[in-house]
Structures are given as C-alpha cells and as structure tokens.
C-alpha cells in the first residue's frame, strides 16, 4: 500500500534523577558528596533511508518515545543514557511541526533528501545532576539533588514526496504508464480506461549510453486539480521535487474525444496555478499514439504551439535558451516508435539539470540546525500573567521543566530553583509586571510566595549555572 502522509506523536526518553549521596568509607567519617548525575533521555531522530519505499508503518501505530535515562547512584556513578529512537523514512520525506487539534501544520522542521540524512525532532529530557555540582564555599555539603527533565512530546507530521529526476504528467489515459513501462523495468498497471494509476510509480531508464535517471509516473491530472479536484494536491506535489516535467499529450483526445491542445493547456494552467515556479520548471512535451491514423493534423499543431511557448518563455527571443524544449518528441507508446529518441532526450537534460543543481549547492550556504535554534528560542521563553490581584502565573517550557525537576520537599533545593529563576530573569520580569513579596506565584501545579532578590540571600550565587 502507498502511504505518503501521516501523522504521528513522539515523546523524547525522561531524564534520570540525580542522586543525593555521601562518601562513606572506613577512616572516613565526613566524606564529601558524591552523588552521580541521571543519565539523559533518548532523542527521537527522524532518518531518510534508501530502502524503505512508504510510511506504511506508520499507518497503524501513532506514538512513539525513546527510552529514559537511568538515575545516578552513589560514589559518582553516573545513569545510562537511554537509547535513541530511530523512526526510519523513504528518501525525500517532510518533516514539519503538527497542531493535533487545528489540524495545521507549523514550522518545517527538516526536508530529507539523501539516503542517510537526520534530524532530531524531539530531545530526550537531561539527566539531573548529582549533590556533588552544588558545592560551595560555604555550602560544603549538599543534601539535594536534581530529578531529571521531562522530554518534550508533541506531533510531528511526515510527508514523502517522490524523489525522481523526471515526472510524467498529463490527463488521465494519456499513455504516461505505458510509457514508462516501455523505458524502465515498472510495471504499472495499465487498462483502457481513465485513472488506472492511483499512486505514482517510479522507474529507473538507462540511456543508450548507459546514464541512469530516475522517473516517475504521476496519475493524471484533470482540470482544477490544483483546487484538489480529482486529488489534484495529493498528486501535484510529488511534482514538485522534480527536476525535469515530461508532458505527455494523447493526440487521439482518449475516448471522450477531447481536444488535444486544449488538454495540453489545461496541464500546463494547472501547473502554474498550483505553483508558479512548476510553469518555469524545464519541460519536454511528447505527442504520444502517433500510431493512429489521422493524428498527423493535431500533432502538427502541437508542434507549432510547443514552439511558440518555448520562445515565449524565452522572452521572445527565438534563439535563447529556454526552460521548454522546442521540440516536439513524437512517440506510441504501444509499438514503441520514438521512445529511444525520447528516453536519451530526456537523460541529456536530466544529466545537465543534475550538474547545474550540483555547483549551485557548492555555491549555496547551508544553515544547519536552523528549527533546532528556533526550537530552543521557543523553549526559553516565558510569559508572566497577572490572575489577580497578588496572583500571578509564569509559564514556558524551560521554566516549568526547572519546576518539575525540583524535589518540593527538600529546602535547599527549593533554594536552588529561585537561584535558578533569578539567574534567567524571571524574579526580575515578575518585579516588573507588579509582583511584590508575599504575592502568590503558580507555576504549573505549585504554587509559591515571591521573595525578590533583595529579599533573600542567594546561597548558590557562586554556581554557574
């Protein structure tokens, strides 16, 4: 079954607890902390994989997490990370951020277009740190640690759109399978009537020089398709990858006895409707079924009118270059006559797109990490509330982590928490938003009175935090 769209939760592993311990040993009676660090939680990575063809497996299962660091032990004996979460994904597949209830897709997360790429679209939570990390000069002993972070969860959505060098594309019937039958190994279903192909298929052709590309056949496309009519958008954007569009033009107008001029405009309205860079994108137009009589007339008249485009998109300019061949490829293929001219045709263009596109990417400037950057910004952010009067609520992502990690029933570590809260500014934006001491903080589930910097000492001051 071919599966291009899912979406799925992923929960990155929980981090381990620090643990709280002292040396104890014979001859030893004041040893000094030595509690050992949790171990952080697993990542969940998305990884593009030559050998898998579909998101099928994601089709049943919708949830995912990577497994959660252990808690440290005594005498500094640090937990185990947890493992990482490897979700496997055809080659060129969409990674992007999921709203589960708008049902809208946000940020572009990752865009996986060789064998082997990744990206880690959730972190697991760091592990807590042990009482040895909170040592001062006048806090010799510690007696608290870290729990581990909470990983971060959410819904991610995938989408595999087919990496070919080629795309055949035009109405329903117009031989785009029998086609790609007669240059590759694919073996397409093919029938006599409309919509036989129901999701693309890919092939691989061999020039008569032996340069292999990469085609794919897309189901037809009818009017309106980039409104989504006849599954327009499900269909138009495995296009959009594509190097080189090969239209492909039934003359015989099919059994409805279409106009096969008018077909041949519908396709190329559609494309620049749906994207405006599809109607520039390098095209080669094939008159396809010369093997029926009385064909000669129309493909004359495709001919010209491929022609004229051509020049047009060349800016009227007859001897320039152009994104349209000027040619028109005229092939059956049912007895294949033309298809060999066709097929070397189209690998010399592929061939040349393939080099452009190769020193343009030496010329480009890669940004790497570009969603992780912006990940981390959202998640340092805050937000204080006013509720009432006295009552205010901070909310964010770190802060309430922070929060989480906090053993409530251990002082110092409640301590440490408001060294932590002054060191990110928040004592000083509550200041400004009105809070005074005595007024009741919420966070999360916990609630709290506030004391501004001046109000208590910071026994953790000297701490890098």
């Given amino acids: ?38 171990g952080h939680g697993g990542d969940v990575i998305v990884r593009a994989d030559a ?46 951020e999921y709203d589960e209830e708008t049902k809208e897709t946000g940020e572009l997360i990752a865009d996986l277009t060789h064998d082997g790429e990744q990206v880690i679209v959730m972190s697991g939570g ?11 000069s006048t806090r010799r002993a510690p007696a608290f640690a870290e729990l581990g972070e909470p990983a971060g969860e959410g819904w991610i ?35 006599d009537y409309p919509f036989t192909t129901l999701v693309p298929n890919l092939g691989v052709a061999l020039t008569s020089d032996d ?93 010209e009118r491929v022609k004229a485009d051509s020049i047009a998109a060349a800016g009227g300019d007859e001897f320039a270059e152009s994104p349209i061949d000027p040619k028109l490829y005229r092939i059956s293929a049912l007895t294949g006559e033309g298809v060999d001219s066709l097929k070397n045709a189209i690998g010399s263009k592929v061939r040349e797109l393939r080099e452009a596109a190769r020193e343009q990417a030496e010329r480009d400037t890669q940004y790497d990490m570009v969603w992780e950057h912006k990940r981390e910004a959202r998640d340092a952010a805050y937000q204080v509330v006013q509720l009432a009067e006295h009552v205010f609520r901070v909310s964010g992502p770190r802060v309430e982590r922070m929060v989480v990690q906090t ?13 932590r809260m002054k060191r990110m500014g928040v004592d000083k934006t509550l200041e400004d938003a009105g809070a005074r001491d005595g007024d009741e903080v919420r966070i999360v589930g916990y609630s709290f009175d506030f004391e501004s910097a001046l109000a208590h000492e910071d026994m953790f001051a000297e701490l890098e935090d």
């Fill in 126 to 136: 760091v592990g807590g740190r042990g009482n040895i990390h909170f040592v001062t």
């Fill in 407 to 419: 053993d409530w029933e251990n002082e110092e570590a409640i301590a440490f928490l408001q060294h």
């Fill in 1 to 38: 079954m071919f599966i291009d769209k899912v979406n799925i939760h992923v929960k990155g592993g929980d981090g381990g607890a620090g643990c709280m311990s002292f040396r104890r040993e014979a001859h030893v009676p004041k040893g000094g902390p030595d509690g050992g660090d949790g």
């Fill in 51 to 96: 050998s898998v063809s579909s998101l099928i497996d994601y089709r049943f299962k919708h949830h995912f997490k990577a497994q959660r660091g252990t808690h440290g032990k005594g005498s500094r004996m640090h937990g185990a990370r947890g493992e990482d979460l490897i979700l496997k994904v055809p080659v060129g597949t969409v990674v992007r």
């Fill in 211 to 303: 340069y292999s590309f990469v085609v794919a056949d897309v189901p037809g496309l009818i009017e309106g398709a980039h409104e989504g009519r006849g599954l327009g958008h499900e269909f138009l954007r495995h296009i959009e990858r594509t190097a080189l569009i090969v239209h492909v033009v039934d003359l015989t107008g099919d059994w409805e006895g279409r106009d096969p001029l008018n077909d041949y405009e519908i396709i190329n309205r559609e494309l620049e409707l749906y994207a405006d860079e599809l109607g520039r994108r390098p095209r080669i137009v094939v008159a396809n079924k010369i093997d029926v009589p009385s064909t000669e007339e129309v493909c004359e008249k495709l001919a």
């Fill in 157 to 191: 959505q995938l989408e595999m759109k087919l990496m070919a060098d080629a795309a055949l594309v035009g109405m329903p019937s117009a031989g785009k399978s029998s086609l790609i039958a007669k240059i590759s190994a694919a073996r397409p279903k093919i029938a």
